[in-house]
Nanobody, 126 residues
């Protein structure tokens, strides 16, 4: 069974950095797109980044482009989200997700995801 487990969340000051990790298992040779969403209370879960199986195609939401970097290591079964120049508005629960159909870019929507992690909280203080 496919499983995703996030780690690395915590409290950081504005302007600081964090690295989130998502370990994945159970996918075998299936070509899942894997990436990240975030959610704050009262707002829709927002797709922020994803990467293809070969890690050559990467997408970022405008809100994080230039500050966040996604990478994927299939040998280690881990994807990362390097977050830099963090802002208070980045505060959210961050979720790792996977889509069997290869959702990407504008199609990186929560409704299309097949699997989810349980989330890790990132809090950015001012």
């Amino acid at each position: 069974e496919v499983q995703l487990v996030e780690s690395g969340g915590g409290l950081v000051q504005a302007g600081g950095s964090l690295r989130l990790s998502c370990t994945f298992s159970g996918m075998g040779s299936d070509d899942y797109t894997i990436g990240w969403f975030r959610e704050v209370p009262g707002k829709e879960r927002e797709g922020i980044s994803c990467t293809s199986r070969n890690d050559r195609s990467k997408w970022y939401a405008d809100s994080v482009k230039g500050r966040f970097t996604i990478s994927r290591d299939n040998a280690k079964n881990v994807i990362y989200l390097e977050m830099k120049t963090l802002k208070p508005e980045d505060t959210a629960v961050y979720y790792c997700a996977a889509d069997f159909q290869g959702a990407y870019g504008s199609s990186w929507l929560s409704a299309f995801m097949d699997y989810w992690g349980k989330g890790t909280l990132v809090t950015v203080s001012s």
